[in-house]
């Protein structure tokens, strides 16, 4: 069973629910932390993004099995339908404590 990196980019405002909702799921650990997105759709920014050229994202990321990260996917996209919610899934080659 390969395992994967599902990481979440999501508003600051919406990742709070978010992280709630994963606590509940039982999994046994993620990361989040802050960072700058960066983006040509000025559709989703606000006119102070738009002027600064970035906005403000959380970042979640977690690694679990292949066959759950798609499990978890389809039961973000099911309970976070009409959030502001990115993803990504990566390989990992390797992981453990030192």
Same mark, same amino acid.
């Given at each position: 069973?390969?395992?994967?990196?599902?990481?979440?980019?999501?508003?600051?405002?919406?990742?709070?629910?978010?992280?709630?909702?994963? *606590?509940? @799921?039982?999994?046994? =650990?993620?990361?989040?932390?802050?960072?700058? +997105?960066?983006?040509?759709?000025? $559709? !989703?920014?606000? *006119?102070? @993004?738009?002027?600064? =050229?970035?906005?403000?994202?959380?970042?979640? +990321?977690?690694?679990?099995?292949? $066959? !759950?990260?798609?499990?978890?996917?389809?039961?973000?996209?099911?309970?976070?339908?009409?959030?502001?919610?990115?993803?990504?899934?990566?390989?990992?080659?390797?992981?453990?404590?030192?």
């Amino acid at each position: 069973m390969s395992e994967v990196l599902l990481t979440l980019s999501t508003r600051p405002a919406q990742a709070e629910a978010i992280t709630d909702w994963l *606590l509940e @799921e039982n999994l046994p =650990g993620f990361t989040s932390w802050q960072a700058w +997105g960066h983006s040509n759709r000025n $559709e !989703q920014l606000t *006119l102070a @993004e738009q002027i600064q =050229g970035k906005q403000k994202r959380t970042m979640i +990321g977690m690694h679990l099995p292949e $066959e !759950q990260a798609a499990g978890m996917l389809a039961k973000l996209r099911e309970q976070f339908a009409h959030y502001d919610v990115h993803y990504w899934l990566q390989p990992l080659m390797d992981f453990g404590r030192l």
